[in-house]
């Protein structure tokens, strides 16, 4: 006796374990790092006036680019003097995070439109665009990025930068609820669970059961009629 179905399971990419952070990698805090970025003092003030804006370019794509490794931090921006150089400490909500370990990662710049959240190039991974070796990540959507202090900035600025800061958390813990930097219900996807980072997902019912589907899903099984 035959049985005919459809569906289909599939792994994003590859099989591989370290697609994605292991628990091993993974922070205690659930999902949020600690991490550091490095810029000028006139970008330091407009970020904690505005908050981050998305870099239109970059080894990653759009994104605010960000390192865990302070060392990291400290060398941008590369062609200012150490004058005029602030690192800032922020907490990061990762999200789903995509790694990218190699020169021409079929992925390198498609990340964030493929559900994923936050790219992350290991340390030593041997990127020709990552000559320092140090661990890199770039984060597509700002609002998972908020500055909580300032790890390095030149003297005469650190207390009013630090002020400013200080003034931004107090301001977010008087907002109802304080600030959200997580997706909400309209931005995931109800079929595939997956972040709608640009557009809804494409939607379509099933060629075997005509159930509703998301191209996007990893797994489909039509119920079998007996």
Not at 176 to 202: E, M, W
Request: aromatic fraction near 6%.
């Amino acid at each position: 006796m035959s049985l005919q179905f459809f569906g289909w399971e599939v792994t994003y990419d590859d099989e591989s374990p370290s697609v994605e952070l292991t628990a091993s990698q993974a922070p205690k805090d659930k999902g949020v790092y600690t991490m550091y970025h490095g810029t000028s003092i006139a970008n330091a003030r407009l970020i904690l006036a505005s908050g981050f804006q998305q870099s239109q370019g970059g080894m990653l794509g759009k994104g605010v680019y960000v390192s865990r490794d302070k060392k990291k931090a400290e060398r941008y921006p590369l062609n200012n003097s150490p004058a005029d150089r602030v690192v800032l400490k922020l907490h990061v909500r990762v999200g789903r995070v995509k790694r990218i370990d190699k020169d021409n990662h079929p992925m390198q710049y498609t990340w964030s439109t493929q559900g994923y959240d936050t790219a992350w190039v290991p340390p030593n991974c041997g990127m020709k665009a990552v000559p320092s070796g140090l661990e890199e990540d770039c984060v597509f959507d700002p609002k998972r990025v908020t500055v909580v202090g300032i790890t390095k900035a030149p003297h005469n600025v650190q207390t009013e930068l630090q002020q400013l800061v200080t003034k931004n958390i107090s301001h977010s813990s008087t907002v109802p609820g304080g600030v959200v930097h997580g997706a909400t219900a309209l931005d995931v996807c109800s079929l595939c669970k997956r972040r709608q980072q640009q557009s809804p997902h494409i939607t379509t019912p099933c060629w075997g059961c005509g159930q509703n589907i998301c191209i996007l899903m990893s797994k489909h099984v039509c119920p079998v009629s007996v």
